[in-house]
């Protein structure tokens, strides 16, 4: 199978040595030239399969992910031990993961919410964040970005951050009930939330997880974005907004060795 077009962002995590990253899309191409659905599900038989396979493919010579269990909260889980095994973890409730072990991959799955690396190239820490509605509501960055300087001892200013593929401001309708976290999180961030005539409002996740992040310590010029909707482009992404049952993508940081 050829390697499928995964995303390197335009960040300054790509300059990064000591940090492999990325993020799924949908589908690959095979060697007879058609296409086949690169989908991470929990419960999928393929996989197991599209895990190693997509690993190998970004040159992590390696055949699992550590993936805890999303939960959509602010949990965030910390991959310490050396001996642990990605079974082990599967089931532990939590919507961020963060490690200094090298050579151990570290991941996320989504098909909407809002995937973000974290990594701080000094003490050589790296994080990955599921923020959907209730996560970014309960400030999941700034939870993960606490936890990596109370375990290792980081400092927000030394952490970059990317945030991958997610439904964007343009697609996320949701309903007054759902607003209300925002407003009072955000008083001054009349950008965040766009009325419509319906009584609904447009929500802008990827701006509040930055909101959220820059409120964590983290430097504005240190965080970015890959500037995809996954609803708009859901022949390269499963958007669950759009489809209903979907599968899902993987986001997958590694420590190289130092």
């Known amino acids: 199978m050829k390697p499928p077009p995964h995303l390197h962002p335009i960040s300054p995590l790509k300059s990064q ?3 492999a990253h990325a993020f799924s899309p949908r589908s690959h191409e095979l060697k007879d030239g058609t ?11 393929s996989t197991r399969s599209n895990i190693k396979w997509f690993l190998q493919s970004i040159g992590m010579n390696k055949e699992e992910v550590f993936l805890v269990r999303q939960v959509h909260g602010d949990a965030v889980y910390d991959l310490k031990s050396a001996s642990a095994s990605s079974a ?10 963060v490690t200094r072990l090298a050579g151990r991959p570290i991941g ?16 050589h820490v790296t994080g990955v964040i599921h923020a959907g509605r209730k996560g970014t509501a309960l400030k999941v960055i700034s939870k993960t970005i606490l936890a990596m ?7 927000p200013r030394d952490i970059l951050a990317e945030m991958g ?17 925002f407003k009072k999180l955000y008083p001054d961030r009349a950008g965040l939330i766009k009325p419509l005539p319906s ?18 310590g983290i430097e504005p010029e240190n965080i970015s974005k890959t500037g995809v909707c ?15 049952t979907t599968g899902r993508m993987l986001t997958v940081a590694m420590l190289s060795p130092r």
């Open 17 to 19: 040595p000591g940090l």
């Open 35 to 45: 296409t086949g659905v690169l989908d991470f599900s929990t419960g999928n038989p």
């Open 88 to 97: 082990r973890i599967a089931d532990t409730p939590a919507d961020a993961i």
């Open 108 to 123: 996320v799955l989504t098909a909407d919410c809002i995937p973000i690396v974290v990594y701080d190239p000094r003490l």
């Open 149 to 155: 300087q109370n375990l290792y001892g980081c400092d």
């Open 165 to 181: 593929p997610g439904i964007d401001v343009c697609c996320y309708e949701v309903g007054a009930d759902c607003i209300e976290p």
């Open 199 to 216: 009584g609904k409002f447009m929500l802008d996740l990827f701006s509040a997880n930055r909101e959220d992040a820059i409120t964590a």
């Open 230 to 244: 996954t609803f708009c482009e859901v022949e390269r992404f499963f958007s669950y907004r759009r489809e209903g």
